[in-house]
């Protein structure tokens, strides 16, 4: 496989092979090391050229992958699990040289997108149809699904690896093409895992990754021969897919933005409670869709609670993600941190009380090159307290370091805040009565629900989506929810004449 050089140029992957922009003077967009701020690379930017190019390649693999045996596509999955173990630390320290998660983070990220490839190994059981015997008289009746054709994939800086593989194994199993358009702020994994494709015996042209920005997106939702799209994004974004995507004809599936909420009750283990803040909230860089943005604290807890959140936020240690003892990463772009750190400001203005602010957190000097990290993408742990509803900081999708808590004198009261939110991703309880949890759980309107839990994203088996603003389209993530959505149903109404038995009948048929 190619290694990169510490100066990377990243090319798109069509059918098979790496596949430049074309032109004299093609658009690129550039690669940075959030850690020290330099940049690392360039990747190509997708004309329409290029997305077609993809496309077709797609179209023309579909046909002889569709009919591949389930067995010989089962056997080129579990060839993938192999090398993608084999190379994972690999394609770890890449995403932390793009993203800035530590290296611990990446392996967790690649561990669950490995679970969606072992579930998508059982396809042979998984797209199992039904059969009914003498359904009427010498008539039977069984359905199948069938692959829909070329798909496509959208996904988000946060998790290069993990969202893609949310959708793609169970894409390809289930005999679909794939064109996938990652992030273009960290680019490589997604050209790392077409290469493992590759090499795991996937017939070119099934899997294509195009680079690039909205020519690229909005190709891919308009392109007459793509049958669904997969996306994971903000909410506005999300809603332009799914609006954009359908009025073309397509099946769409497009997961939103979050804000996600922790209610604490007063009979809380107060310590796991305050542990599960600080790594639902901070982990990542508090980059992510599940993150715990709002803790819910129902009095008399809140001073404990927060007491024990700002001790645990002192020992944080913050450097690059290549360090071994770094606990918590850079924001993956300059202009991201801005817009972040700008809630620090805002938070202040509209009267939230500033308990721990994260610009004032000690960074990591260097990375383990001996890289200096003053023009890295930074900001520390923040924390705010006394946040009400209508503040910035509690409105918005932060999608960073910055945890707010909110206080309310009742059960009652958390859950009618959590329900009055716009969105719906996930949310946690944290209690030791079994009963105020199974109504929490009965009673809250969001898609996934943590009991002690704080990051409630679901394992493989079953499926991954939100409620409200945080999913449009009714079809969920990976789990049986993927393989439907990946397929389309058929019925087949068969009946073998026995030839003693014949005849012209213009009547209706009915079921006797």
Known sequence: MTKTSPYKHVTHWINGA???TAGAAPRRGDIHDPATGQVSGQVDFAEITEVDQAVAAAASAFADWRQASVAKRTQVLFRFRELFNARKDELASIIVSEHGKVHSDALGELARGLEVVEYACGIPQLSKGGFTEQASTGIDVYSIRQPLGPVAIISPFNFPAMVPMWFFPIAIATGNSVVLKPSEKDPSAANFLAELWKEAGLPDGVFNVVHGDKVAVDRLLEHP???SVSFVGSTPIARYVYETGTRYGKRVQALGGAKNHMLVL????????ADAAINAGFGAAGERCMAISVVVAVDPVGDELVEKIKSRIAGLKVGPGCNGDSEMGPLVTGQHRDKVTSYVESGLADGAELAVDG???PIAAEDVNGAPTADGFWLG???FDRVKPGMSVYSDEIFGPVLSVVRVDSYEEGLELINSNPYGNGTAIFTNDGGAARRFQNEVEVGMVGINVPIPVPVAYYSF?????????DAHAYGPD???FFTRGKVVTQRWLDPSHGGINLGFPTNS
């Open 482 to 484: 993927g393989v439907q």
């Open 359 to 361: 610009r004032k957190h």
């Open 465 to 473: 989506g939100g409620w409200k603003a945080s999913l449009f389209g």
């Open 18 to 20: 790496p596949v430049a």
């Open 381 to 383: 742990p923040t924390l």
């Open 225 to 227: 021969d793509i049958k």
């Open 266 to 273: 007063p009979d809380a283990d107060l310590d796991l409670t």
